[in-house]
């Protein structure tokens, strides 16, 4: 008996170890999955990519946290809601709905409200709470500056226009829906480029020109309006690397992994 209950009581630390705090989001079916820092610097909402229609939830979503956590900056990945695969693969919101805009933006500000009501109570500083997106979730990061005011920005391989020859066809049918990808007025109001703000928090922009998935040049569009606008911003070009290589030591190349380092740095001169 004294076997089982130590048994027991060892697998419960260790579930206590491994688990993450699930928040609920009011008001929405998102969540964010909690790893809180010791003494956090900053916070940040990590948004996984994945076209708006699925998520890249591990190694754009845990990983990441993972690392940002052991870095002393608590990570708050938001589960936001996307078209899914069966939308993807049947056309079905031609009929139904579905998940679409606003939705995935409204999840967005939900954990941003969130963790300024909470960031007492969570030991983060107020002025240190940002939101950092890859891909899609890039496109969604720089989307929650249009209704609120993070205080730093990190769009990884983002997804920026609607409206360009360069634009993420994917992504802007699971945003905009199956009728909404036709509405230009639709398309311009969701291109980042279109709708940077002198106010817009500083923002750390990276990419690859060889990304064989959204196109390099969606983050060269949204660098010439941050620039346009005298936003202050860090964006590096790097030559290889790819996509989706997330925080990850073996995807992507040698020569962009430094990422990582290089947004430390930034981080610590808008803080």
């Known amino acids: 008996m004294k076997r089982v209950l130590t048994i027991i009581c060892a697998l419960l630390l260790y579930a206590g170890i491994q688990g993450q705090t699930i928040v609920h989001l009011s008001g929405t079916t998102a969540t964010l999955e909690c790893y809180n820092a010791e003494h956090p610097v900053a916070a940040v909402v990590v948004c996984p990519g994945g076209s708006y229609s699925w998520l890249d939830y591990k190694v754009e979503g845990v990983e990441v946290a993972q690392w940002l956590q052991a870095h002393g900056i608590s990570a708050y990945v938001l589960r936001y809601r996307v078209q899914g695969w069966w939308a993807w693969a049947t056309h079905y919101r031609l009929i139904f709905r579905g998940n679409r805009?606003?939705?995935?933006?409204?999840?967005?500000?939900?954990?941003?409200?969130?963790?300024?009501?909470?960031?007492?109570?969570?030991?983060?500083?107020?002025?240190?709470?940002?939101?950092?997106?890859?891909?899609?979730?890039?496109?969604?990061?720089?989307?929650?500056?249009?209704?609120?005011?993070?205080?730093?920005?990190?769009?990884?391989?983002?997804?920026?226009?609607?409206?360009?020859?360069?634009?993420?066809?994917?992504?802007?049918?699971?945003?905009?829906?199956?009728?909404?990808?036709?509405?230009?007025?639709?398309?311009?109001?969701?291109?980042?480029?279109?709708?940077?703000?002198?106010?817009?928090?500083?923002?750390?922009?990276?990419?690859?020109?060889?990304?064989?998935?959204?196109?390099?040049?969606?983050?060269?569009?949204?660098?010439?309006?941050?620039?346009?606008?005298?936003?202050?911003h860090r964006y590096i070009q790097y030559q290889t690397g790819g996509h989706g290589f997330g925080m990850s030591d073996t995807r992507g190349s040698a020569e962009c992994r430094p990422w990582k380092e290089e947004f430390l740095k930034w981080l610590k001169t808008v803080l």
């Open 101 to 232: 805009y606003p939705d995935p933006l409204r999840d967005a500000e939900a954990a941003i409200d969130w963790l300024t009501a909470n960031a007492d109570s969570l030991g983060i500083p107020t002025e240190g709470i940002g939101i950092m997106g890859f891909s899609a979730g890039g496109h969604l990061a720089m989307l929650s500056t249009y209704t609120r005011q993070p205080a730093f920005v990190a769009p990884i391989y983002p997804v920026v226009t609607m409206r360009q020859e360069c634009c993420h066809t994917r992504s802007r049918r699971a945003l905009l829906g199956e009728y909404g990808r036709c509405n230009q007025v639709m398309r311009d109001s969701l291109s980042l480029e279109e709708h940077v703000r002198p106010d817009c928090p500083p923002v750390f922009l990276v990419n690859c020109v060889d990304d064989p998935i959204v196109d390099y040049r969606n983050s060269v569009i949204l660098d010439s309006a941050l620039t346009a606008n005298n936003v202050p």
